[in-house]
């Protein structure tokens, strides 16, 4: 190779480089301006939680003193505290089962409808109610159905009493049903689209074939929609498991649950210098709602494979 032959070859080279530099540099711009909309986002999540998340898993673990201690998820994990975590569970389970029970019942209920405009509807009350609680939900069935609510009244002039029996708004069996108002339309929401993604090609094919109804739900409908159903369930079970406005306001911190009882040491209502130990539940919450929340993630990826085809 000659003199001239190699300078032409090195020449080509910084010339190549220089060109994927410069593309480089183009790729990395792109991604920039097609990103910096969730700069906002990422800012916002670690503010108000990330860091958050990160002082209650360090303080679940520092004594009054500030020493490192486990002392604190004993205390958490013991008789005193542990029925809140249970009661919590137990609601979260309550009001999830029947929720996804009814929520997907409306659901095909209306997808084999046909009727656009009723799903319209539909939808756009799910998004409504599924986005109402705290507070001003607790206040709504208090005014409703509450001791001298207009629904309690009015049902008393008829003869019938919602409170002659076990039933009570201010406990564990009314707070099922307040939990109801936004876990059945959130169940919609969650699993209208996996119902609706049910191929009638499918069925037509299964009825070719010979099966039955009862043998094409067994084997095709009831797979398919399983882990759409699971999942849906682990997330109003975590929906339902955080929830503290509406249950702080209608059981007034006596119904054992954790949210209430982190609540209540966090703001030194119960014992004094146990913040630290109410820091301790709070993780035990962060970790059940995530491990929830990474299943439902899990299956509705799942869920998503076969619904994009």
């Known amino acids: 190779m000659t003199v001239t032959q190699s ?30 909309g969730l700069i906002p986002f990422f800012i916002f999540a670690a503010i108000f939680i990330g860091l ?23 205390v958490a994990f013991g008789d005193i505290y542990f029925s809140s975590l249970i009661g919590s569970i137990q609601l979260g389970f309550s009001s999830a089962l029947t929720g996804a029970v009814m929520g997907l019942a409306i659901s095909y209920g209306v997808a084999i409808s046909g009727k656009k405009k009723l799903q319209r509807v ?13 507070v001003p939900l607790a206040f709504f069935f208090i005014a409703a159905i509450g001791n001298y609510g207009l629904v309690t009244i009015a049902l008393q002039k008829i003869g019938i009493d919602i409170y002659s029996g076990n039933f009570t708004l201010f406990g564990f069996s009314g ?77 007034s911190g006596t119904l ?5 009882q982190i609540g209540s040491l966090v703001n030194g209502n119960v014992v004094a210098d146990q913040t630290n130990v109410g820091m301790a539940m709070g993780l035990e919450m962060i970790i059940v709602v995530a491990v929830t929340m990474g299943g439902y993630i ?8 076969w619904r994009k085809r």
């Open 7 to 36: 300078q032409n070859v090195v020449a080509a080279q910084k010339k190549g480089g220089d060109n994927r530099y410069k593309y480089n540099n183009i790729e990395i711009k792109k991604l920039f301006f097609d990103y910096s």
């Open 52 to 74: 958050p998340t990160g002082s209650v898993a360090v303080n679940a673990f520092r004594g009054n003193s500030n020493e490192w201690t486990f002392e604190n998820l004993r």
């Open 122 to 134: 539909v939808a756009t009350a799910s998004g409504v109610f599924a986005n109402t609680g705290g």
């Open 175 to 251: 707070l099922v049903l307040v939990y109801l108002y936004f876990q059945i339309p959130l169940m919609v929401i969650v699993t209208y689209p996996a119902i609706e993604g049910i191929k009638n090609e499918w069925r037509e094919a299964a009825v070719n074939l010979g099966a039955t109804k009862s043998m094409y739900w067994r084997y095709i409908g009831i797979p398919i929609l399983t882990p759409a159903f699971t999942g849906a369930f682990l997330l109003l079970f975590a929906n339902a498991f955080a929830a503290y406005a509406t249950a702080n306001v209608l059981t």
């Open 256 to 260: 054992p649950l954790l949210p209430i």
């Open 298 to 305: 899990y299956l509705d990826r799942k869920t998503s494979r």
